[in-house]
């Protein structure tokens, strides 16, 4: 792909410490066949190995499609929404992709058939897709996981099952930045998960049955940590509850509206009774959540 024009994509990478993956991962950006230009904004959050080492080789070889940001201070750490502001102001495309240095796409087309999706229908604003899942080695391997998250997978609107559970994988992941903007006016330092469900509450979703990638499963991993990943799940549930009594998505049918809110008060009682305060929930959003819900009862008691 000769990159003459702005970026209509943007892909965001983000990476630490992934010396061993980073160079399959880039491989699988570089081999994207487009009939549009795009970028890989890749920023290495002060990697303590040689990650950021063939990042500098790939932005010498692909300069203008690799763009490195090489930080000499963890980000991450910082909990403060560092990270996604400096991306955003690195980010210049009409689309968005996602995927982590230690993830990589086997699908050369990948790239084109999303935004084929997006560009042929406005009211779709994420498409996904199905993925293979990988040992550090790269081996191919069934995990029951991965194999449930994608029989869950569909088309359409899939707020209301996706405030059950995260089935789309990072990786796979390509949406308007549009929506990547507002979410990031909402000034909530969250992950993959809040944004996926910002955006589903939003748009129609769209899910390509093709393996477009691989998802890497490591012990160094994030997600293999059990206890982070799952405060953070229930904090971006809760953020995405409070948005929508706020308002900030579009109305759905009285029946699809029903459903949604039995979705949200089980699982906030889920919540209530299996996670006590010692995994330091977002109590703000909590408290938000059950006062917004509550108000129209509130409203209704009074009058009578």
Known sequence: MIQKDSPLVTIQCLTYNHEPYIRQCLEGFVMQQTDFCFEVIVHDDASTDGTANIIRE???MYPNIIKPILEIENQWSKKDGSLERIMNEHTHGKYIALCEGDDYWIDPYKLQKQVDIMENDEKVGFVYSA???????????VNDVSERNMKKSFSGDIFCELLNNNFPQTLTACFRKDYWSDYLEQKFAGYDYSLFLFIAGKSLCYYLNEKTGCYRIHPTGIMQSGGVPRLWSN?????????????????RSYSTDLRIRFCIIKRLIKIIIRHNYSFKLNQVLLFKTLELMLKPVAKLVKKH
Request: with cysteine; glycine share 6%; proline share 0%.
């Open 131 to 141: 993925f293979n899942t990988v040992d550090v080695l790269g081996k191919l391997y």
């Open 58 to 60: 790939y932005a010498e």
């Open 235 to 251: 904090n971006a549930f809760l953020f995405a509850a409070s948005c929508y009594y706020s308002g900030y998505f579009w109305r």
